[in-house]
């Protein structure tokens, strides 16, 4: 593998020239500055990433123990959770003294960034988020953090396990690979898709002024801020990454920006909100919304362009596209619209359609093969084979501008 | 039989290589296959042992046709950024930033000669030299906005059919990986690198 050019050599081995010529050249929020800057120094430094987690147990026990004021817990059963495309998960349990006074046993969770990350973020804005939003809508319950992975060794933080299901059993030869284009028989659509665009319209409504979300920057409001920061992460992470320019994606993204909508009202939009980043009990309800790292403050039809893209959904049984493997897409935005109060306003979605291969095509066909190149990620094989989902997404992309332009 | 094999002159003599590399990968997929994965009880690394297998799989498919692959993008690549030099050399509205653009062309096609027998290249002069068209067309493409009206309508009508044309080629490229909803309708990569039995350069 070489670099063929100086701009690969520099994505590569990045100077501090180079560092300070992307970080002046996309408007980004603070905290995604901060996580993509130290992502470009990581790069200088010839680490590849580690798969023995054993090393984890002394550090994570030591760090409980602070954390916690206890020195008589025990950690055990630390095990590597499968799935997790972005971050590395573990479980484990955790045998403390609970405030009543008891001595209990709490199954929990470890989300951690792999030495690369496919999508780089932020864990503290990601711990400030699911309590922002803890008791709001199902959420897993953080209960440590270690944003910085001064303790740990890499950022992490520390949530309650939950149990349930997030991929009902596929139909023969039809594994999917986080999440896309899964399969929900009629049962578990009927069970499900109310449920799924309830709590959409409620995570749009919490009221993200009276929370504390210190690490994300506020857009003003009725201007095009939010796209231009949004924009700023995705085309940065873009030319930090790519092995390869591609001709497709700079017409893109000059179309984005060309086109930008004002956003009258930031709401706090999810950033990943589709099949496979929920989990239901066997009674069918929803008992948690998961993968919260790409929030942001910005315009709800980001999040419906998201769950209604044809590449995440699945089909019904007479082959027809379902929004999220759930409804038909009409539907899913109907019923948005009764339960939310907000209007779908179609020409705004299709830009979000545009935005939303973009950024897919960034993570599948950039991010993902750059931590596979460098040797990074716990999922080499897997960030390699993914790129086939970046040259679907491009193709997508390119139709649809193609529309946008006739 | 010999026809199957590929042939190399070693210091005189005829050489095979065998086996080739089509079945180096597909003997490493049935083991992983048939052997591996049945014995690993952890979720994770089945998981992983069967992406491995699968891409093992897609390389047993593509690996024969690479080196062509580039050489179809070398010569698009060389057409098209030939094109548009022509494009801004009869235009006299083109922004300075643009001619410098056009200059960059003009040097690189001092290394990687249009008319040069590039298919005597060795891959990584031919990727390298595509690597570097790419950027020189994607500065193109960010200059777009200083293009004076007209100049940018000339531009986006030379573009649009280079544009189907990459997503047709690499549609096609991933098709075997399996991430495709519309797979069936895509061409094998086969059929669209060649044509009567040659590299399909310059036919439309």
């Not at chain 1, 573990?90 to 403390?96: A, R, S």
């Not at chain 1, 973020?121 to 319950?141: D, F, K, N, S, Y």
């Not at chain 1, 991929?167 to 399969?183: D, I």
């Not at chain 1, 027809?320 to 409804?327: F, H, K, R, T």
Request: charged content about 25%; overall charge negative; hydrophobic content about 40%.
């Amino acid at each position: 593998m070489s670099n063929y050019t100086p701009t690969l050599a520099e994505r590569t081995q990045p100077s501090q020239q180079w560092i300070q010529q992307v970080r002046i050249s996309y408007p980004v929020e603070r905290a995604i500055d901060e996580v993509f800057t130290r992502k470009l120094h990581n790069r200088l430094r010839p680490v590849e990433h580690i798969m023995d987690f054993s090393t984890l147990q002394a550090p994570l026990l030591h760090f409980l123990k602070e954390e916690t004021g206890q020195s008589n817990i025990v950690v055990e059963n630390l095990k590597r959770l499968s799935g997790g495309a972005s971050k590395e998960q573990f479980t484990f349990d955790l045998t403390w003294q609970a405030e009543s006074g008891q001595r209990e046993t709490l199954c929990l969770m470890i989300r951690m960034d792999p030495t690369e990350s496919i999508v780089e973020t932020h864990r503290l804005r990601e711990c400030q988020i699911l309590r922002a939003m803890w008791g709001e809508v199902p959420v897993p319950e953080v209960l440590w953090i270690d944003p910085l992975g001064e303790k740990l060794g890499r950022p992490a933080l520390i949530a309650r396990f939950l149990e349930g299901t997030v991929q009902p059993e596929q139909p023969a030869n039809s594994e999917k690979m986080s999440g896309v284009g899964m399969y929900f028989n009629p049962a578990l659509r009927a069970g499900l898709g109310q449920q799924f665009v309830n709590i959409l319209a409620k995570i749009h409504a919490v009221d993200w002024r009276k929370k504390d979300l210190s690490t994300f920057d506020t857009p003003a409001l009725n201007s095009t801020q939010a796209n231009e920061w949004a924009i700023g992460l995705w085309e940065r992470a873009w030319n930090e990454d790519t092995l390869s320019a591609h001709p497709i994606m700079e017409r893109a993204v000059l179309w984005l920006k060309e086109n930008m909508p004002v956003v009258d009202e930031p709401v706090i939009v999810h950033g990943d909100y589709r099949s496979g980043n929920f989990m239901y009990t066997p009674t069918l309800d929803i008992n948690a919304i998961f993968d919260w790292e790409l929030a942001y403050l910005g315009d709800y039809h980001d999040d419906l362009s998201w769950a209604t893209l044809e590449l995440f959904g699945g089909h019904d049984e007479a082959g027809d596209p379902l929004a999220s493997s759930l409804m038909p897409p009409s539907d899913f935005l109907e019923r948005y619209e009764r339960a939310s109060g907000n209007k779908v306003n179609t020409n705004t979605l299709a830009y979000y359609h545009i935005f939303s291969y973009y950024k897919i095509a960034v993570i599948a066909a950039a991010t993902s093969v750059r931590v596979a190149y460098s040797r990074r990620t716990h999922l080499d094989a897997m960030m390699n084979f993914a790129s086939g989902l970046g040259s679907v997404a491009i193709s997508e992309l390119n139709r649809l501008l193609d529309k946008a332009t006739t | 039989m010999i026809e199957t094999r590929t042939l190399k002159i070693i210091n005189g003599k005829t050489c095979v290589m065998s086996p080739e590399i089509e079945q180096f990968l597909s003997g490493m997929k049935k083991t992983i296959e048939d052997v591996v994965m049945p014995n690993l009880s952890d979720r994770f690394a089945q998981e992983q042992a069967s992406i491995v297998a699968a891409s093992l799989g897609f390389l047993g498919l593509i690996q024969d046709k690479t080196f062509h692959y580039e050489l179809l993008e070398n010569q698009e690549y060389k057409r098209v950024l030939t094109d548009i030099n022509e494009l801004l050399s009869n235009t006299f509205s083109a922004p300075a930033a643009i001619i410098e653009t056009t200059t960059k062309v003009t040097d690189h096609f001092d290394t990687d000669k249009v008319d040069d027998p590039t298919y005597l290249r060795p891959y990584k002069f031919i990727r390298g030299s595509n690597e570097a068209m790419k950027e020189l067309l994607c500065e193109f493409i960010q200059q777009q906005a200083e293009m004076p009206t007209e100049l940018r309508t000339a531009f986006e009508a030379l573009m649009k059919p280079f544009f189907k044309s990459i997503e047709l080629r690499e549609r096609s490229w991933v098709k075997a990986l399996g991430f495709d909803p519309e797979a069936e309708q895509q061409a094998d990569i086969a059929d669209l690198l060649y044509k009567d039995g040659l590299l399909n350069i310059g036919k439309r």
